[in-house]
């Protein structure tokens, strides 16, 4: 019996003598520059965030009523204006 637990202890210690060692791994070729895309978030111009004007009147007379309405009508246009104003940055962006 004790012929045969060398055997076996011999067995299992000619693996880890370097019996494995004839087959070497390759190491990966690395590459000497790597090209990583980095994307950051950029605010948008201060001209297209600058708030909406909102015109009050003071008096609830027709002509005050009618010109603050007017007015308030081309704040609303020049706010529409600068909202698509900023969508179309968000366009460029995806276009790419």
Known sequence: MRRHSIA?????????????????ASRPDIPQLVYVTVETAVAPPALLTQP???????????????????????????????LGEIRELGVDRVKR
């Open 8 to 24: 076996v202890i011999l067995a299992a210690a000619l693996p880890l003598c370097g019996f494995g060692s004839c087959s070497k």
């Open 52 to 82: 909406c004007q909102i015109i009050r009147v003071r008096e609830r007379s027709v002509e005050q009523v009618v010109s603050a309405y007017n007015a308030n009508i081309l704040s609303l246009q020049q706010c529409n204006k600068q």
